[in-house]
């Protein structure tokens, strides 16, 4: 009991410290900011708590998406970024590039708030899931469903209107599907959520 009140009582006279300006030399009030946030210098300490911003977690800071090159690799040469192309089946397979990242606002840490960040994937996400695409395809396959989801509309058409090429074609589409070798007609990737 002693220590919980002793505890609370520590923690009551730090929280002032901390709240309370401090009077300075010259008699005006000064915050408990880090000097570091108010110095301009640009050589970093790394003695201080704060970090350099290009170094932030991925929770502390936003993206934007990568830059799509996929029609003109030599401008992609020209910029240094940017994707020519998407997804891929495998890690090896896939792209990296590098991207537009800033800080978090609230998120205090050293140099420019602004930066490029590499290694992001060069990878898009437009809801087409696996799982339920298989299973479109095992139930109603043979009506073409499969191939709606995926955006091939004109095979798809060709399915319905056969009824899955008389049954071939409805089994050949499973296994093309659970091979990797049929995916969404817009290059995209499976979304990894379901």
Known sequence: MKTAISTI???YIYTICLIVPHSTQNGEASTNRPKELDDDSTVYNAATPLIKCEFLPLEFITCKPPTDFSDN?????EAGHGCTKWGGSRWEDVEHTSVWCEALPGIECFGERGFRREGFPCIKYNGHRFVSTLLFSLLLGFLG???????????????????????????????LLATGKLGPEDGSSWDPYY
């Not at 690799?73 to 040469?77: I, M, Q, T």
């Not at 709606?148 to 056969?162: E, N, P, Q, R």
């Open 9 to 11: 009582l520590l923690l």
């Open 73 to 77: 690799s030599s401008a992609r040469s």
């Open 145 to 175: 469903l499969d191939r709606f989801c995926l955006g091939h509309t004109g095979t798809a058409i060709g399915k319905l209107l056969t009824l899955g090429g008389f049954g071939i074609w409805w089994i050949v589409d499973i296994v």
